[in-house]
């Protein structure tokens, strides 16, 4: 009878919860058609890999910047061609040692309304960027992005970061270190309101207080997120306020797929890049627009400063060299020698991207050597031979090793796999979601593991800091835990080099050092490619394909 009673419960009780989802579902569709009915303009993009966080202090991948650069500002930002412009700073001054910044703020910047204010919302002052910056430095928050701020003298923050007055903000750096203006142009550098933090606490990630064009409407984590327009934003274009489109509706459909059919069917207005799932339904072999498409999708192509690459976890702290044969850095010279990028690049991504056969700087930045003789082409002969010099043969083969992938490499991931096994190594591959992947790289839970990196300002030293010593995850980008003495001098001393053109040999040597003893087996360097409908006007695209979405139009035909 209790057992009975328990599975009566069981039963109303599940019933109930789909109930609620229902209703959830036909709430959100009845806003979405009260938005309709007012005939308002809402750009809909689909977003695969999840949103976990709306707070700027965790916008550690694209998933996560795109949605917080429509919420927040920062003092400065990049434009299309990755020049540094104003933002919330309206100018700046470096001082002539490269050590001390100090920015004039605008004065016609608020927060967005909210009941965590007094009086609905406020300006923002420069105490606003002090309380900001310390507290993604702040180790209490646990900011994957508190190494952008390891210039800082961090035992003395009172007085490296602080405000002259409301409108007047200073920042002291140890060294020079050329990058670091670009650094603050980072969503990580974002302005918030402590009176958010103190108001909602923890649950600030779901209920976000920025400055940007669009503020959070509604959020129903893993269903749909929607941003609503700020009507009191500063920015103006021609004249006219700024952002131009009345809302942002953020889809989270797993399957890229069942993402692109509903872009087909106009039901979003943009999808990214390419997908094994569509690439060949949508591109020619020669990376076109094919026929069918062309009046009806607009392709918009650019430089991207994105590096696909598999990553070797060596860190040789508490392991042991035969068990995990990644150590030897012979055997990851043969995995980098064993698979051809050209054949990968031409049919598994419809020549879109270049083939990853120099360092980990991509194509587009100015260290990056079109003739570089460091790298890593096919070379199956090569790879036998230095895994025999590590002394794996037929007789005693290399123990198969375990890579892991997220589900949309899956393709890439088993033509290494195919290619590796023709010289003699073996390759397992484990998919898992891009949350969990995420989270076991950054514990040094993965021996080798596919990921990218995406420049997150507009310098070199972004790649070459995933490989110095004091930045090992999870408080920092080296994820593959290298640590390597020489490197790290190399690294440090490039800093002092002022002008350009030292500054890009310099990055060039290190670049070469670091593929020498291969961390990284480099994949390719990709190309942004971004489809609209052709309703959508005014989106264009940037080397690190960040989503600018304020001076975007949508005209009303076949508006849904």
């Known amino acids: 009878m209790i057992a009975l009673l ?3 419960f069981i039963t109303i009780r599940v019933k109930l919860l789909l109930l609620a989802t229902v209703l959830l579902v036909v709430t959100l569709g009845s806003c ?9 303009s809402i750009f809909r993009y689909n977003e695969a890999a999840g949103i976990i966080s709306l707070d700027p202090a965790f916008s550690r991948d694209q998933a996560h910047i795109w949605v917080c650069n429509q919420l927040y500002n920062s003092l400065v930002k990049l434009d299309d061609n990755l020049n540094i412009i104003p933002s919330v700073a309206s100018s700046w001054d470096i001082s002539d040692d490269g050590k001390e910044y100090t920015f004039h703020l605008r004065s016609d910047v608020y927060f967005h ?27 209490i928050t646990a900011s994957p992005g508190s190494w952008i701020f390891s210039s800082i003298e961090e035992s003395d923050t009172e007085h490296s970061i602080y405000a002259v007055n409301d409108s007047t903000l200073k920042i002291k750096i140890r060294e020079p270190f050329p990058p670091f203006l670009g650094i603050l142009s980072m969503k990580y550098c974002s302005v918030i309101p402590h009176e958010a933090v103190d108001y909602y606490k923890n649950d600030f990630r779901k209920h976000p207080i920025g400055t940007g064009p669009f503020h959070l409407q509604n959020w129903v984590e893993n269903i749909k997120l929607v941003l609503r327009k700020n009507t009191n934003y500063f920015e103006f274009n021609n004249g006219v306020r700024l952002p131009h489109m009345d809302g942002v509706s953020v889809s989270f459909l797993i399957d890229k797929m069942t993402a692109f059919m509903e872009f087909v069917k106009g039901n979003f207005d943009l999808i990214s890049g390419i997908d094994p799932s569509y690439k060949d339904e949508l591109l020619t072999r020669s990376g076109e627009l094919k026929k069918k498409f062309t009046k009806k999708f607009n392709m918009i192509e650019g430089p991207y400063l994105n590096t696909e690459y598999l990553a070797f976890f060596v860190d040789t702290l508490d392991q042991d060299f035969e068990k995990n044969p990644l150590l030897q850095k012979n055997v990851r010279k043969a995995i980098n020698y ?3 990028r050209e054949k990968m690049i031409h049919y598994l991504r419809n020549g879109i991207g270049t083939p990853g056969t120099a360092g980990i700087i991509p ?44 589900p949309d490499y899956l393709d890439l991931c088993k033509f290494v796999q195919s290619q590796l096994k023709d010289v003699g190594i073996s390759i397992s591959i484990n998919v898992s979601p891009s949350a969990t992947v995420r ?31 004091d930045n090992f995850a999870p408080n920092g980008p080296n994820y593959t835990h290298f640590s390597n003495s020489n490197i790290d001098d190399l690294y440090r001393n490039s800093f002092n080099a002022i002008d350009t053109k030292s500054r890009t040999a310099n990055y060039r040597m290190i670049d070469s050092l670091i593929m020498e003893e291969a961390p990284v087996a480099v994949l390719y360097y990709d190309q942004a490619t ?3 409908q052709k309703n959508i006007t005014g989106l264009t695209i940037n080397p690190i394909n960040i989503l600018n979405l304020e001076k975007v139009e949508k005209s009303p035909t076949n508006r849904k």
């Open 338 to 340: 064993g698979f051809d």
């Open 113 to 139: 309304t909210d009941k965590c204010f007094n009086d609905g919302t406020r300006k923002v002052v420069a105490e606003d960027f002090v309380y900001s910056f310390k507290r993604v430095i702040d180790p």
């Open 6 to 8: 328990k599975y009566i």
């Open 363 to 406: 194509a587009g930045m100015p260290a990056y050597d079109y003739n570089a003789s460091y790298g890593y082409n096919y070379n199956p002969q090569k790879s036998k031979e230095l895994l025999e010099a590590s002394g794996y043969n037929q007789t005693n083969p290399l123990p198969t090793i375990a890579l892991t992938t997220t």
């Open 439 to 469: 989270e076991l790289k950054a514990h040094g839970k993965l021996e080798f593991f596919r990921a990218s990196w995406i420049a997150d300002y507009p310098d070199e030293e972004n790649y070459l800091s995933m490989f110095y010593t």
């Open 530 to 532: 971004l489809f609209t």
């Open 32 to 40: 979405y058609n009260s938005t309709r009915s007012k005939n308002e």
